[in-house]
């Protein structure tokens, strides 16, 4: 059973950082876009960035390129988001995301869904 588990969420005044981890485990994720969605109250959940499993290429929505940096870790299945220079707009449930094959920007097209972890930037 593929299990995907977000932790590194909180409160943090704009212009600080957070970092968020997505920890995998069920089975093996070659071949798999691993992606981190996130959704405003109120707001369709949206893309943030994704990352290919065995070749590490990186993808970011323009709202946080250059202020986010998305890694994986494959010996620890783990796959990473670090942000800086957060905005209030920012603020949203962030949630990790699994896809067998080509990359997507649409939530639909992943199989696989983490719990979501909160992240609250204040003004």
């Known amino acids: 059973q593929v299990q995907l588990v977000e932790s590194g969420g909180g409160l943090v005044q704009a212009g600080g950082s957070l970092r968020l981890s997505c920890a995998a485990s069920?089975?093996?994720?070659?071949?798999?876009?691993m992606a981190w969605f996130r959704q405003a109250p109120g707001k369709e959940r949206e893309y943030v960035s994704s990352?290919?499993?065995?070749?590490?290429?990186?993808v970011y929505a323009d709202s946080v390129k250059g202020r986010f940096t998305i890694s994986r870790d494959n010996a620890k299945n783990t796959v990473t988001l670090q942000m800086n220079s957060l905005k209030p707009e920012d603020t949203a449930v962030y949630y990790c995301?699994?896809?067998?094959?080509?990359?997507?920007?649409?939530?639909?097209?992943?199989?696989?869904w983490g719990q979501g972890t909160q992240v609250t930037v204040s003004s």
């Open positions: 995301a699994a896809a067998y094959g080509a990359r997507s920007y649409n939530p639909s097209d992943y199989n696989y």
């Open positions: 069920g089975r093996a994720f070659s071949g798999y876009i």
């Open positions: 990352i290919t499993w065995s070749g590490g290429r990186t």
